[in-house]
């Protein structure tokens, strides 16, 4: 990978994780004016998380919200087939639970077989639990080791 790839994807990272918007922005529009976005925006850490990911990890709304704007594959799983959805549930980020909801899988599932709301659940994060069950996500499912929670 050319050094000014590299840097240029640290610094993605970077911003969308800390909720550097502004700064996010630029450099988003940068990547465009130089026809590189996408493969910027498509690269991954060795988890295999996107920039995306990192993002919603972090509960960093208005990064996500430029990303997808940007077209980045909101989609994505990541090695262990964790979503952005999921993450955001595990880690009690509601609001950004909501944001991601129109464009996302509710029932998509992870390596071991748990979706969001299983991730919620698990995690303690009831105000997540919450918005998942308003937005009619499976409450029955069982996760791969044949568990079912309970919010």
Not at 44 to 64: E, K, M, S, W
Not at 98 to 113: D, F, I, M, S
Not at 114 to 121: D, E, I, L, N
Not at 130 to 151: I, M, P, S
């Amino acid at each position: 990978m050319p050094p000014g790839k590299s840097m240029r994807i640290a610094e993605l990272r970077k911003f969308a994780s800390e909720g550097e918007v502004d700064k996010l922005k630029a450099l988003l529009a940068a990547l465009k004016a130089d026809d590189c976005i996408y493969e910027h925006l498509g690269a991954r850490d060795p988890q295999g998380n996107t920039v995306f990911h990192l993002a919603c990890l972090h509960g960093q709304a208005a990064c996500a919200a430029e990303l997808e704007n940007a077209s980045c594959d909101t989609w994505a799983a990541t090695n262990d087939g964790s979503t952005a959805l999921m993450m955001a549930a595990e880690k009690g980020h509601s609001a950004l639970v909501k944001q991601l909801l129109p464009g996302a899988e509710l029932e998509a599932r992870n390596g071991r077989g748990r979706t969001a709301f299983h991730a919620a659940c698990a995690a303690g994060q009831a105000d997540c639990v919450e918005v998942l069950v308003r937005a009619e996500c499976d409450t029955k499912a069982t996760d791969g080791n044949g568990r079912r929670r309970r919010g």
